[in-house]
């Protein structure tokens, strides 16, 4: 199990760097980590992100989660976009969506000799609102919570903190 949820990761990975590669070139690029729940999965994930300016409210905000589901893996790439409403406080507010690419495995019974694992990518979209606090700083903690419809809809809530 570990082997398979080990080249799954590589795999996002690379997608991602290969995605992310040109514009990281070019744009002035925050790092951030987040974590918080999914609610159909009823687990908790860990996830890193990318921050990158595309316009002067407009942000590229590229990310990986991995969920800690029992019964096999899940992880997501997600490719979102997002518009920072203009406010004159110390936080910030946005709205967002993008395609997300959600890998699922579930494993077979324990007990089961002619079961296989069931693994699938499903395609989605985001849906996302948050809020951010310490605008302007080098560390920005957030609140964030999205929707990824897909086959199988999910919501999630998450914690985030981002360094510049």
């Given at each position: 199990m570990l082997g398979r949820t080990?080249?799954?990761?590589?795999?996002?990975?690379?997608?991602a760097a290969f995605l992310l590669l040109p514009g990281l070139a070019q744009a002035e690029v925050d790092f951030g980590v987040r974590g918080g729940?999914?609610?159909?999965?009823?687990?908790?994930?860990?996830?890193?992100?990318?921050l990158?300016?595309?316009?002067?409210?407009?942000?590229?905000n590229p990310n990986l989660e991995y969920v800690f589901v029992d019964d096999g893996d899940l992880s997501t790439l997600n490719l979102d976009f997002h518009y920072d409403f203009p406010t004159r406080a110390r936080y910030y507010l946005w709205a967002g969506g993008g395609p997300a690419v959600i890998f699922?495995?579930?494993d077979a019974p324990d007990f089961c000799r002619n079961c296989d694992d069931d693994s699938e990518t499903d395609l989605g979209i985001n849906l996302l609102a948050g809020i951010g606090f310490g605008k302007g700083q080098a560390l920005r903690p957030y609140l964030q919570g999205k929707v990824i419809l897909s086959d199988e809809t999910e919501a999630a809530l998450a914690v985030g903190i981002r360094f510049h």
């Open positions: 080990t080249s799954r990761i590589a795999r996002v990975l690379a997608v729940l999914y609610s159909d999965a009823e687990a908790g994930f860990i996830g890193g992100e990318l990158m300016d595309v316009t002067r409210a407009w942000y590229f699922r495995s579930t």
